[in-house]
């Protein structure tokens, strides 16, 4: 009896090592990896009308931001660095991109001022306001992380913490590719043209 003990143990160890490593290697192969955004659909209230992804072409592509119109560097910079990338691109390949911004901050950035913000960078620019659920929710597919930082010496009141990377995504919300925050236009460039083609 006392030598059967460790036998089946043996065995049933044996056993759930098997069920991991096929776990494992299912994941594998299917590509999965818990880390990676899922991207979706994305569906708000804009500066130009109800927008949804789903109102993209086929051949066109969504450059998506996080931000907010009070951010001091990083948001205006994301918007710039979509303009730059845009006019280096042909005037074919162009039209297949809309550029799009996110508030994370819905308590004051309205549409109206969503609206006059877009304006600095381009008609074609478009700002979302959702609400906080729908927010948290896009926000958590595509991976964004987002938090207040209250600043009572400022006349702002509070700043927001933010993700900065831009995703291109196609018409079902699929994230074609992920580029990371760059005072350039040298990497969403080559993104962008990537996927276009010429």
């Known amino acids: 009896m006392a030598i059967r003990k460790p036998l089946w143990l043996g065995i049933a160890l044996l056993a759930l090592l098997l069920v991991v490593a096929s776990v494992g290697l ?17 569906a708000m209230p804009s500066t130009q009308g109800d927008f ?7 051949d066109e592509i969504a450059i998506v931001s996080f931000g907010y119109t009070y951010c001091p560097d990083v948001c205006p910079m994301n918007q710039a660095v979509k303009r730059q990338a845009l006019a280096q691109l042909s005037d074919t390949q162009r039209e297949r991109v809309v550029p799009v911004m996110i508030t ?22 478009i700002g979302l306001v959702g609400s906080q659920a729908q927010l948290t ?62």
């Not at 299912?26 to 994305?42: N, V």
């Not at 949804?52 to 086929?58: E, V």
């Not at 994370?104 to 620019?125: C, H, K």
């Open 26 to 42: 299912y994941q594998l192969r299917a590509g999965e990896d818990p880390d990676e955004p899922t991207g979706g659909p994305i």
């Open 52 to 58: 949804s992804l789903a109102q993209l072409g086929d």
């Open 104 to 125: 994370v901050d819905p308590e004051r950035d309205t549409l109206d001022r969503m609206s006059e913000y877009m304006q600095f960078f381009g008609e074609e620019f």
């Open 137 to 198: 929710d896009v926000a958590e597919r595509y991976g964004v992380i987002w938090r207040r930082v209250d600043a009572p010496e400022s006349a702002m009141a509070y700043t927001i913490d933010h993700s900065a990377s831009l995703f291109l995504v196609n018409r079902e919300g699929k994230i074609l590719q992920r580029v990371l925050y760059s005072p350039t236009p040298h990497g969403l460039v080559s993104a962008l043209e990537s996927e276009l083609g010429s």
